[in-house]
């Protein structure tokens, strides 16, 4: 499939089969705004439907039929039409836990009977996601604290997953930016006991990458939290990077409550991990 295809053009009756094809292809989704704006009908939409040529999934979502939708084919579908709009970047990005699996870095995805896939975006999830019903649940975090905007538009820290041939990949946070993300969570949705597990697995972390993001990072909480994570490994990479060059704001922040604290990061942090800190 032409990646690229854009069909504003009318077109005959005749070719609404072969056009749905090629925009909507077997284990990809598409809403019906975006198929309109690529030159289909409402008009063709209803009777593809009532052909059986495609499958109303929820109001205003279209898939083919004959195969289950994965939770790839519903992100690469939701990072295609954003894409779409002229982005280097889709808005929208798996990151956090999610990407560090994708990454190979970790088996853990959630606890619970649904998987949590980790999306990461400036704005809010598209409506039309919560519509599905899927066996994953797409948890959606706000970046807005965290990253400006021209980092998010960055394909440097993009990796692409090839989750099946001739179809969109879709698009993840490479390690470093994922480590940070997932930070924003903690300690409500990660413990500290999982992020020093999680840092444990990333040996060969980019400096070079690490120091654009630090700087770029507008989270203090997170900045911390990374610098006396990555101290505790006193991994090659660590020692590349200068704290100083750093913004870590000023004053104490209570982190773990009732922990104590760290005197090099100013965050309090469980006691029972001071003592075995690599310092």
Not at 66 to 91: F, T, Y
Not at 201 to 208: A, D, I, T
Not at 227 to 247: G, N, T
Not at 257 to 273: A, C, E, N, Q, R
């Amino acid at each position: 499939m032409d990646k690229g295809v854009t069909l504003k053009e009318s077109v005959t009756k005749g070719a609404y089969k072969q056009l749905l094809r090629t925009l909507l292809p077997y284990g990809m989704l598409a809403t019906k705004k975006w198929l309109a704006d690529q030159g289909l009908s409402a008009h063709a939409l209803d009777n593809a439907v009532k052909t059986d040529t495609l499958l109303l999934l929820a109001t205003g979502v279209y898939s083919q039929y004959s195969r289950s939708l994965s939770w790839e084919g519903v992100v690469a579908s939701m990072q295609r039409m954003e894409k779409s709009k002229g982005d280097n970047v889709p808005p929208v990005v798996v990151g956090g836990l999610t990407a560090l699996s994708l990454s190979g870095l970790s088996q853990y995805l959630s606890l619970g009977s649904k998987p949590h896939i980790h999306l990461y975006a400036p704005g809010k999830l598209p409506a039309w996601l919560t519509r599905l019903s899927l066996p994953v649940e797409l948890e959606g975090h706000s970046t807005i604290k965290l990253w400006p905007e021209s980092l998010l538009a960055d394909k440097t820290f993009i990796k692409e997953y090839e989750w099946t041939v001739e179809l969109p990949p879709v698009y993840f946070s490479c390690p470093e930016k994922a480590i940070l993300e997932l930070l924003t969570d903690l300690p409500e949705a990660l413990t500290f006991e999982h992020a020093d597990e999680l840092m444990q697995g990333l040996v060969n972390l980019s400096p070079r990458k690490l120091d654009i993001l630090l700087k770029a990072c507008k989270s203090v909480k997170v900045k911390r939290l990374f610098f006396w994570l990555a101290k505790r490994q006193a991994y090659p990479w660590f020692s590349k990077l200068d704290v100083e060059d750093y913004d870590l704001g000023s004053g104490k922040r209570v982190v773990a409550k009732g922990g104590k604290l760290d005197t090099d990061y100013l965050i309090t942090v469980p006691s029972h991990m001071v003592t075995v800190s690599k310092s």
